[in-house]
């Protein structure tokens, strides 16, 4: 009983901490026309403490996203364009020699900012891409012999163009894994083509002003953390990723042979802290089993590794999701 009321009042106070996503998404809804799901993930994103990896063509607002949000929340941007002759040097800082001090000054890079956008990472080399992950992981950088801290909140969304391979570094599975979540865009719906459209040629630009501080971002991660999350499901969590490395165990036979790494620790992590930050964002001071079905994909997507005979036969990380998300016991 006494459990009862704790979670009606963890969810009044969810319900009251939770208010400023109203005004987040009202202000994306403003310049962002439909990536419902482009909001939600970024949301998840900043407020799990984790960093997303963006898939999809060029011309979907990936770019233009991770800005406007950066604007609502009054904090540091900086735009990092990936190109094969970028250095690790011109992601982090570097030292420069002062004649005048006739000593070597630290000039920190643009991975200096609260909000980072990596644009197409996948065209830098494997160095620079790991000197960004690695910022990523430890939250500091070091240049020559010294270490600095990044500030908080630190935020990567990293974006990648599927279609194109001249010229582009895959990103190992390993490097992969670090992003919280993979989203993939789609393009708009046909009304939502034509508002694009409508708004774009109108010539009327759009004010964008900040709705809530990086400290109040600080704050809601920690109500963010209390959100309950029941034994039940996290025993759903760990066999939803235990799937994926023993299908067999789960009635699943058939997929052993197309699957030939599944989703690490990490991977379990990642779906208990994205299914809280959803439930957060849904106003609820619980996880319920739809919470962790709605980011199964995104955190999953890119940590399943897929045997040449899955390849042969066209299947997909997405169809091995759906698959097991529809076989392990719904709590």
């Given at each position: 009983?006494?459990?009862?009321?704790?979670?009606?009042?963890?969810?009044?106070?969810?319900?009251?901490?939770?208010?400023?996503?109203?005004?987040?998404?009202?202000?994306?809804?403003?310049?962002?026309?439909?990536?419902?799901?482009?909001?939600?993930?970024l949301?998840?994103?900043?407020l799990?403490?984790?960093?997303?990896l963006?898939?999809?063509v060029?011309?979907?607002?990936?770019?233009?996203?991770?800005?406007?949000?950066?604007?609502?929340?009054d904090?540091?941007?900086?735009?990092?364009?990936?190109?094969?002759?970028?250095?690790?040097?011109d992601?982090?800082?570097?030292?420069?020699?002062?004649?005048?001090?006739?000593?070597?000054?630290?000039?920190?890079?643009?991975?200096?900012?609260?909000?980072?956008?990596?644009?197409?990472?996948?065209?830098?080399?494997?160095?620079?891409?790991?000197?960004?992950?690695?910022?990523?992981?430890?939250?500091?950088?070091?240049?020559?012999?010294?270490?600095?801290?990044?500030?908080?909140?630190?935020?990567?969304?990293?974006?990648?163009?599927?279609?194109?391979?001249?010229?582009?570094?895959?990103?190992?599975?390993?490097?992969?894994?670090?992003?919280?979540?993979?989203?993939?865009?789609?393009?708009?719906?046909?009304?939502?083509?034509?508002?694009i459209?409508?708004?774009?040629?109108?010539?009327?630009?759009?004010?964008?002003?900040?709705?809530?501080?990086?400290?109040?971002?600080?704050?809601a991660?920690?109500?963010?953390?209390?959100?309950?999350?029941?034994?039940?499901?996290?025993?759903?969590?760990?066999?939803?990723?235990?799937?994926?490395?023993?299908?067999?165990?789960?009635?699943?036979?058939?997929?052993?042979?197309?699957?030939?790494?599944?989703?690490?620790?990490?991977?379990?992590?990642?779906?208990?802290?994205?299914?809280r930050?959803?439930?957060?964002?849904?106003?609820?001071?619980?996880?319920?089993?739809?919470?962790?079905?709605?980011?199964?994909?995104?955190?999953?997507?890119?940590?399943?590794?897929?045997?040449?005979?899955?390849?042969?036969n066209?299947?997909?990380?997405?169809?091995?999701?759906?698959?097991?998300?529809?076989?392990?016991?719904?709590?």
């Amino acid at each position: 009983m006494s459990e009862a009321i704790d979670i009606r009042e963890l969810n009044i106070r969810i319900e009251q901490q939770s208010s400023f996503i109203t005004n987040l998404i009202k202000g994306m809804d403003q310049i962002i026309v439909g990536q419902k799901h482009l909001v939600e993930s970024l949301l998840i994103g900043l407020l799990s403490d984790g960093h997303i990896l963006l898939e999809g063509v060029p011309g979907l607002a990936k770019t233009l996203a991770i800005k406007t949000l950066s604007q609502l929340i009054d904090t540091d941007y900086s735009r990092i364009q990936f190109t094969p002759d970028l250095l690790p040097a011109d992601v982090l800082g570097t030292m420069i020699y002062s004649q005048k001090e006739e000593t070597f000054q630290v000039k920190r890079g643009p991975v200096f900012a609260n909000f980072v956008l990596a644009d197409e990472i996948n065209r830098a080399p494997a160095k620079v891409q790991s000197a960004l992950l690695e910022a990523m992981q430890e939250k500091q950088v070091t240049i020559g012999s010294d270490s600095f801290k990044l500030p908080n909140p630190f935020f990567v969304m990293a974006t990648q163009n599927p279609i194109e391979q001249e010229g582009t570094y895959l990103l190992p599975e390993a490097q992969v894994d670090r992003f919280m979540l993979k989203v993939i865009i789609d393009y708009p719906t046909l009304e939502e083509e034509k508002r694009i459209i409508r708004e774009n040629i109108s010539g009327v630009p759009k004010e964008i002003k900040p709705v809530i501080s990086s400290e109040e971002i600080l704050k809601a991660r920690t109500v963010v953390y209390d959100v309950y999350i029941d034994e039940k499901i996290e025993q759903y969590i760990a066999d939803i990723v235990f799937a994926t490395r023993f299908p067999e165990r789960y009635g699943l036979n058939d997929m052993k042979g197309i699957i030939s790494f599944g989703g690490s620790p990490r991977a379990s992590i990642n779906l208990a802290k994205a299914s809280r930050a959803y439930a957060f964002i849904k106003r609820r001071g619980y996880v319920i089993p739809e919470d962790v079905r709605a980011v199964a994909h995104d955190v999953l997507r890119h940590r399943i590794g897929l045997t040449y005979e899955a390849e042969a036969n066209n299947v997909t990380s997405e169809e091995i999701i759906s698959r097991i998300i529809n076989k392990v016991e719904v709590p």
